[in-house]
Every structure is written in structure tokens, then in C-alpha cells.
């Protein structure tokens, strides 16, 4: 079966500081994989999808990135943190164009 | 423009009342997919159902029932004879099919449901 696993579950990163957060998913080959920020009682805003290694889109402008160096793993990076990206990240994948997506179980970030 | 709208923001009932949770989509696809995800306390999303373009039908799940309005373009999410437990926000998504598969999501309907 698929499982998503996604790292730390919890971080406090002082302003200025770098970001990595990493996610695999086991299971599946070739999934398409998403990055999604929730900030605090807000909905879901999609930064970046990826329908292959190395294939990354960004919905919005900002000041993180992604990379996809291999088939099931995806990171949220960023050089230098704000204190506007905190929030709940969260990673997901999905299979074929019909299939539902999966949720990782999240990453709360606080930019202190 | 927004694609998916959940105009309700935080509602609350009393344990044993049916609540609808609104969904208002927008897309030019003539295929694609909607959803309902439930978001626990917990934070991580429990996906409820997903709906294709092609199917009009409505579907009940034991307390859950869904009905999907092409002509106006709803999604609705009822809950009968709510309980404590189904409180949690709830987010209606649409992925379109000739947009790389992305998911989008409505701002999320936030529901207490008090004893």
C-alpha cells in the first residue's frame, strides 16, 4: 500500500534562517506531488506541483522552492525565512488523473 | 478568480441537527473532479468523496450525503443528525483534467458541533 511520509512534524525557525522540509511517498511510481501551505483558520494555498523528477511548478511567487531530485521525493526549501511562512505545510500526492489526492500529516512551522 | 468558494466560514449546531456545508466551483473543463476532505483537529486531511463531472448522482454514505449541481455549478455536503465527532473543518477541492491535475481548494468551512 501507499504511504506519504513528511518530516519534521514540528519547527521553529528563527528569521533569516534556511528551510528544508522533505516528503516520500512508498508504493506508487511516478506520482504527481504538491506543496501546500495552510496559514493559521485560513484554506488551502498550493505553492508547488510536480509531475515528474526534476518538473516543478510554482502557483505563487514567493520565497520558497521546491525540488524533486528523485521520483518520490519532493522538499520545500527556502534560503531565508520570513515571519509570513509560517504556517501548516503540507505535502500530497496523487496517482492517475482520477485518483484522490493523499496528505501527508503535515509540518506546523513557526518563524519567530 | 477563485475556482472553489466555501462561503461559510464557521458554522455551529447543536449535537443532532443536519447541516449543509456549501461548495461553489468554477472551471471551463467539461472534465474534472470534485472533492471533500475533512480536517480534524489532528490537521492531517481525511478524504470524504470525489465526484467526476460525468456524475450527476447524488450519494448518501450513512450520515453524509452529497448533491452535485452542474447547472449551478454546487457541490453541497450535508450532514444529518450531526455529532460532537464532526466537528472539524471541511474543504471542497476541484481538479481539472486539462490543468496538470492540480487541486484546488475552497478556504475551508470550519464546524462545531456542541453536546
Known amino acids: 500500500s501507499q504511504t506519504i511520509h513528511q518530516w519534521p512534524a514540528t519547527l521553529v525557525q528563527p528569521v533569516g534562517s534556511p528551510l528544508s522540509l522533505e516528503c516520500t511517498v512508498e508504493g506508487t511510481s511516478n506520482p504527481n506531488l504538491y506543496w501546500y501551505r495552510q496559514a493559521a483558520g485560513r484554506g488551502l494555498q498550493l505553492l508547488f506541483y510536480?509531475?515528474?523528477?526534476?518538473?516543478i511548478s510554482s502557483e505563487v511567487p514567493q520565497n520558497l522552492s521546491a525540488s524533486r531530485p528523485q521520483d518520490r521525493q519532493f522538499i520545500l526549501s527556502s534560503k531565508k525565512l520570513l515571519l509570513s511562512d509560517s504556517g501548516f505545510y503540507l505535502c500530497?500526492?496523487?496517482?492517475?488523473?482520477?485518483?484522490?489526492?493523499?496528505f501527508g500529516s503535515g509540518t506546523q512551522l513557526s518563524v519567530l | 478568480a477563485q475556482k472553489v468558494t466555501q462561503a461559510q466560514t464557521e458554522i455551529s449546531v447543536v449535537e443532532k441537527e443536519d447541516v449543509t456545508l456549501d461548495c461553489v466551483y468554477e472551471?471551463?473543463?467539461?472534465?474534472?473532479?470534485l472533492f471533500w476532505y475533512k480536517q480534524p483537529p489532528s490537521g492531517e486531511l481525511v478524504f470524504l468523496i470525489r465526484?467526476?463531472?460525468?456524475?450527476?448522482q447524488n450519494e448518501i454514505s450513512g450520515r453524509y450525503s452529497w448533491n452535485f449541481q452542474k447547472s449551478t455549478s454546487s457541490f453541497n455536503f450535508t450532514i444529518t443528525a450531526s455529532q460532537v465527532v464532526d466537528s472539524a473543518v471541511y474543504f471542497c477541492a476541484l481538479s481539472e483534467v486539462n490543468n496538470f491535475n492540480k487541486f484546488y481548494f475552497g478556504s475551508g468551512t470550519k464546524l462545531n458541533v456542541k453536546p
Open positions: 465526484r467526476n463531472s460525468f456524475d450527476e
Open positions: 472551471t471551463r473543463d467539461t472534465t474534472y473532479y
Open positions: 500530497a500526492w496523487s496517482g492517475r488523473v482520477d485518483e484522490k489526492l493523499f
Open positions: 510536480s509531475v515528474g523528477i526534476g518538473q
